[in-house]
């Protein structure tokens, strides 16, 4: 293993942690689920979430990786010799997101281009479906490979890539503090433009009344926690990772609420943009902006290119827009695949130039040989659901009751966070990390299990072939994949150097 690089200082960690969080998420998704979650009431269960899940788990992940100084697998593995298969699991959980989610990057470039001229034409859904990604409704892999789609994706890796040899610092450091402000400016612009148009009014009326009835029901309180969850890159593995280059003195506590604080600021800037585009196109086409809502894919590439296309100004509008849905991705997209070069790196003593190569460059390779075909879209769909659903979420609850219940590790974690931090944790935190937040995740856990075992996945349903192996097969295999991995030997002495080591009076608390 090379010599572990650090941050140059915390401002260079909490843009870099903020660029993880700020993601298309934080976009596309976050509007949706507050209009669907009561509107201004749902600022209730989110603040909830973020206060007794959200941040008690970003400050526990940062503790363990500043603590034990190593990427996910190596930093459990310094913690207890059994647990290095939890790291393992987040790596894979990585590999799967990143493969897929440089493709949306892909998309969104395009995209860009297509604003100037609104190549999409009358029917966005047909030319985003068929013209753009040629995708033939069949459930396989392959059915030809898409040139459009390629090629931006192609640049996109390259990219990465490129970013990931420059190192912690000099390439994804450097990156976000150079994207981060640049989105929020962009942004800024997009919720100006958006504010101007008529309808706008209507559209923010939509997503801050409150519906107070809303609170009521269960599933809105599981939406914020997952919103909070998924939006902060929690149980990537990626928060282990940045906090082990942080040097010793870092205050983890204190960057954590900048970051958590950050990321919930941004997708409140995010629901003014995109409830005010969907207020003027609801005025636009004379119906209820109830009847024009949108999330994901659906939001981005079907309803904005109509906004663009009818709203005065519209290509400016698209360019900001999907310029945005880059930038927000790229940073994303360069933290997960740090996990998993990380991990590389760690286990098999390789240097950076080598990892990103042989790991970045097989991502790379597999991303654009699956994604940018005629079944790419169905393939993205269902690896999404089951890696978000069942890998992020059970690897985030297993780490929550290992921590707690089975190693009982909270309380030195808790010393830990406080010997360098200026906002201290105490009982308070550790009582929501042993009793909220597992329950709040293995509800989210078990009650999409069941659905999916019940029901299946998809809209129309998938075939079960199709969800058993590249759902299903593809969760399971992680896992043991993971084992596997964890089951190999570390090279002498990589497992007892290097870790920051509590001073007598934290350690005896």
Known sequence: MSQRQQFKGRSAFIFAAIGSAVGLGNIWRFPYVAYEGGGGAFIIPYLTALLTAGIPLLFLLYAIGHKYRGSAPLSFRRMSRGTEVIGWWQVGISFVIAVYYAVVIAWAIRYVGFSANQAWGDDTVSFFVDDFLQQSGDFGMGGGWVVAVGVPLII????????????????????????????????????????????????????????????????????????????????????????????????????????AFANSGFELLAGIGVFSALGFMAQAQGVQVAEVVESGIGLAFFAFPQIVSTMPGGAVFGVLFFVSLVLAGITSLVSIVEVVIDAFEDKFNLNRTASVALIGGLMAVVSILLFPTATGLNLLDVTDHFANSFGIVGAGLTIVILLSWGLRRLRVMSAHLNEVSSFKVGTTWMVLLTVITPLILGFMFISELVDTIQNGYGEPAMPSWYVNTFGWGMSIGLIVIAFILAALPWRRGVVEAETYELSQKGANR
Do not use: C
Request: hydrophobic content about 60%; overall charge positive.
């Open 156 to 259: 996109v890796w390259v990219f990465t890539l490129v970013v990931m040899r420059a190192g912690i610092q000099s390439g994804i450091a450097r990156l976000s503090q150079v994207f981060i402000p640049l989105l929020v400016a962009i942004f800024i612009l997009l919720v100006i433009q958006a504010l101007r148009q008529p309808g706008a009014a209507e559209g923010l009326n939509a997503l801050f009344t409150p519906n107070w009835a809303a609170l009521k029901d269960s599933s809105v309180w599981v939406a914020a926690y997952g919103q909070i969850f998924f939006s902060l890159s929690i149980a990537f593995g990626i928060m282990i990772t940045y906090a082990a280059h942080l040097k010793r003195n870092t205050n983890l506590t204190g960057s954590g609420l900048v970051v």
